[in-house]
């Protein structure tokens, strides 16, 4: 098999991986994200995974990484040039030409949200918001000219349980189950009332408020791991893309290799 290309999204929590045949994304995988991990760790882990679809290093033809952790990007830099071959594109927020900013410093953008901001204007045009549920939910603005405008996080739902449990000395941490009401009637149930619905309601404000000072009327496009959940409570979110940030990384490479 060749020019198969494999997309890392290095996440304070977790690293997601997919492996795309051209366009064809043909495997994906989550790993949590362990700041001690050496280069060779995670070498072993990639090609472990890619092992599971009959894929080896020889098969990869090129490797694009978006990371929010600086402290492994220079461990997920080497371990692509041993393990895999080949150098890895690194996204790099305050280069231009990934997509038109309307932003003063892009340095201060995450990798992430401009590679969310690449996809979701590709599929399905402007203007936007983007939603990025991980461990910050991000939301994110772009106009009807195709621009980066901005955008405002929050706390992600797994810190805000994890928070909430180490201050709170009699509340523990409870498994994921949907509650029937908000109006819970045990505290575990009321925990997850409070997730959930709480967090409906600040997406469908959020969307609100944004749509009023952007004056447009956006699609509004949601991924990571809880937009799913949160997709059922909210009435604001449209299209719900789970691998939108491995796209953003196919068509970055693709853009990138092209002029080359």
């Known amino acids: 098999m060749s020019g198969m290309i494999l997309a890392l999204d290095v996440g304070n929590t977790t690293i997601l991986m997919g492996l795309y045949n051209g366009r064809d994304l043909i495997g994906d995988w989550r790993f949590s994200t362990m ?3 050496t280069g060779d760790e995670i070498g072993c882990m990639v090609l472990s995974a890619l092992q599971t679809r009959n894929i080896g290093p020889d098969d990869i033809n090129g490797a694009v990484v978006s990371c929010v952790v600086p402290s492994l990007i220079d461990r997920i830099k080497r371990m692509c040039r041993i393990y895999l071959g080949c150098d890895p594109l690194e996204i790099d927020p305050s280069k231009k030409g990934y997509i038109p900013l309307a932003y003063p410093d892009p340095a201060q953008i995450g990798a992430d949200r401009i590679v969310n901001a690449v ?8 203007p936007l ?51 029937g009401s908000v109006i819970a009637r045990n505290t575990d149930d009321a925990i997850r009332a409070g997730l959930l ?6 997406v469908d404000g959020i969307v609100v408020r944004m ?50």
């Open 35 to 37: 700041r001690e991990k």
């Open 119 to 126: 996809a979701a204007h590709e599929k399905y045009g402007a």
């Open 129 to 179: 918001i983007i939603i990025d549920f991980g461990t910050a939910t991000t939301f994110c603005a772009i106009s009807s000219k195709g621009e980066f405008m901005g955008g405002c996080i929050v706390p992600g739902i797994g810190i805000s349980q994890e928070a909430l449990v180490a201050h709170a000395e009699r509340l523990l941490p409870v498994s994921w189950e949907r509650p």
């Open 197 to 202: 619905f709480g967090y409906a309601s600040l």
């Open 211 to 260: 749509k009023r000072e952007m004056r447009e009327n956006p699609k509004v496009i949601a991924t990571g791991g809880w937009a799913s959940v949160i997709k059922e409570e909210a009435g604001h979110i449209d299209i719900m893309d789970p691998f939108l940030t491995l796209d953003g990384l196919r068509i970055i490479y693709e853009r990138e290799t092209s002029c080359t």
